[in-house]
């Protein structure tokens, strides 16, 4: 089912609660670094303003743990977002109290106000299943998210990239604004539009690049491919425990090795039912992790003491030639360990590739974290379809979990 987006009500002289994803990367001065999440966040506060309402915006920087953080505060977010809007931005130094109600109480249409990170407050990320099991972790996280849901009149999810938590912001206090408008803003409305329509009813050839370090991590994700998509390429460490699993050495590679039967089983799983699984043929190999470390290249056994860090040339044109002629493409995870040189050289060929698929007509969705930033390193972003803002969201959405936070909002 469809939901509603902040298109299809009325925000005129309402006080609209917009839950962002502003979890920018920050220096060790405290400044933005890219302000990418900021921007994507614009077309849903501008639409709100346009039409008669005022913004009250709420989000989570970083990691700390429900104490109070200067380093976190997003205080550099208001003053970023003032510049980008070219009107002042009222920020809030706390999420919830006096000072926040009577801030909140004040707006007039047009107004923008920012509240203080949420997880400043241990309630915000208590999971739903433990406050269950514990109702005074239920009546903490409760009363935290009442506080808030009492600030609007209308509750907007522009948050993928935390749509697949159920924290306070995402999914408790739009139970408590139970009766009044709860919907998507743009951004989600894109990300389930691209990643809904596609994993759903995709064009064919449909291919799926999967990297990154754990096996553990993409499991769900390859079952659940496996029934929908015509082949997976598979790169990153996660390769070495399907080496492992055909009985080959791979050194001091990584590996999960309570997965290798696992791995095993999906290869044989994809045969019977006609999926290809790809694996690199060759791999770059290093004795130490770090840049520059002396290298070479192997096509068959990895010896004791050398460890896999990125696919190597061969596998590079073999992953290259599996997307020609593809349709619909997929993207999760990098070939390597692409934040060291010369290791970077397997993700930035695929990246190339999907790159250059697309723009022979393929639909090529990047599924955030790393193989978005490698896209957008490479100065590519323009050459894809779609970079999807959250990683692990994206990630569970393709391994066809349902998302609580999204299924609470108003259907159309």
Known sequence: MAKKTVADINVADKKVLIRCDFNVPLDEAGNITSDARITKALPTIKHVLENGGAVILMSHLGRPKGERNAKLSLLPVAKRLGELLGRDVIFADDCIGDDVTAKAAALKAGDVLLLENLRFHKPETIKDK???????????????????????????????????????????????????????????????????????????????ILGGAKVSDKIGVIENLLQKVDRILIGGAMAYTFFKAQGREIGNSLCEDDFVEKAGGLVEKARQIGCEIVLPVDTVVAKEFKANAENKVVESDIEPDWQGLDIGPKSQKLFAGKLEGARTIVWNGPMGVFELEPFDEGTKAVAMAVAEATGKGAKSIIGGGDSASAIVNMGLEDKVSHISTGGGASLEFLEGKKFVCLDILDDK
């Open 130 to 208: 433990a406050a269950k099991d514990d109702p005074q972790l239920r009546q903490a996280k409760d009363e935290f998210a009442k506080q808030i849901a009492a600030l609007a009149d209308v509750y907007v999810d522009d948050a993928f990239g935390t749509a697949h938590r159920d924290n306070a912001s995402m999914y408790t206090v739009p139970v408590m604004m139970e009766g009044k408008d709860r919907v998507s803003g743009f951004l989600i409305e894109k990300e389930l539009k691209f990643l809904g329509q596609t994993v759903s009813d995709p064009e064919r050839p449909f291919v799926a």
